[in-house]
Structures are given as structure tokens and as C-alpha cells.
Nanobody
Framework: QVQLVESGGGLVQAGDSLRLSCAAS????????MGWFRQAPGKEREFVAT????????YLADSVKGRFTISKDNAKNTVYLQMNSLKPEDTAVYYC?????????????????WGQGTQVTVSS
């Protein structure tokens, strides 16, 4: 079992920055990747970013490339999402997730554990 706890959300203005954190505890030693997803009201949960837990290689959605960065601290079992140049359309609940399989890591169905989510609101 793995527990994921997100933090760092809040209300900001367009153009501002936020850094989200996700701390993992429990069975983290066999984790393959961690990812960030977001869900806006009335919309499906969508992929934002993923990072390989061993190599650190990353992949981001086109909508956030150049603005968001995903990183990790293995010693702290924590993954981060640095969000710069935020836009109103980035407003959503952001979820982190852990994947224990060798998959593409971009679909919600590929992830095994989820955090409770943290709200990010960007005002125009």
C-alpha cells in the first residue's frame, strides 16, 4: 500500500507560479513512475506530467510544455510540479499518482495509487 499526499495548491493570478509537492509513503521501493494529472469542473481527468522514478526521465503534456516542470527527490520520496506562467485554463484539482507497471504512464488507468488532490485556481 502507498499513501500520496499533495500540497502547494492555492489561488494565484495569471502569470504567477506555484510548486506542488507530493509525498509518498509506504511501499515506494518498487515504484516505476509518478505522475501529475488534473481535473477541471465538468471535464475528465487529464494527464499533465510523468517522471521515471529510477532514471528521472520526464514527459509533459503539450499544453504545459515550456511552463511546467516535473522533478523528484528520491531521498524524500517526493515529486514536484513547478508551474510557471499560469493561465486561467490551468485551474483544476491536481492529483499525483504512482505507477508500479512498465507502461506509458500517461493514462489514468495505468496508475495504481492516487492522492486526494490539491486545488489550483488561476484568476485572470
Amino acid at each position: 500500500q502507498v499513501q500520496l499526499v499533495e500540497s502547494g495548491g492555492g489561488l494565484v493570478q495569471a502569470g504567477d507560479s506555484l510548486r506542488l509537492s507530493c509525498a509518498a509513503s509506504g511501499r515506494t521501493f518498487s515504484m516505476i513512475a509518478m505522475g501529475w494529472f488534473r481535473q477541471a469542473p465538468g471535464k475528465e481527468r487529464e494527464f499533465v506530467a510523468t517522471i521515471s522514478w529510477s532514471s528521472g526521465s520526464t514527459y509533459l503534456a503539450d499544453s504545459v510544455k515550456g511552463r511546467f516542470t516535473i522533478s523528484k527527490d528520491n531521498a524524500k520520496n517526493t515529486v514536484y510540479l513547478q508551474m510557471n506562467s499560469l493561465k486561467p485554463e490551468d485551474t483544476a484539482v491536481y492529483y499525483c499518482a504512482a505507477d508500479y507497471g512498465n507502461r506509458n504512464h500517461v493514462s489514468t488507468s495505468e496508475y495504481d495509487y492516487w492522492g486526494q488532490g490539491t486545488q489550483v485556481t488561476v484568476s485572470s
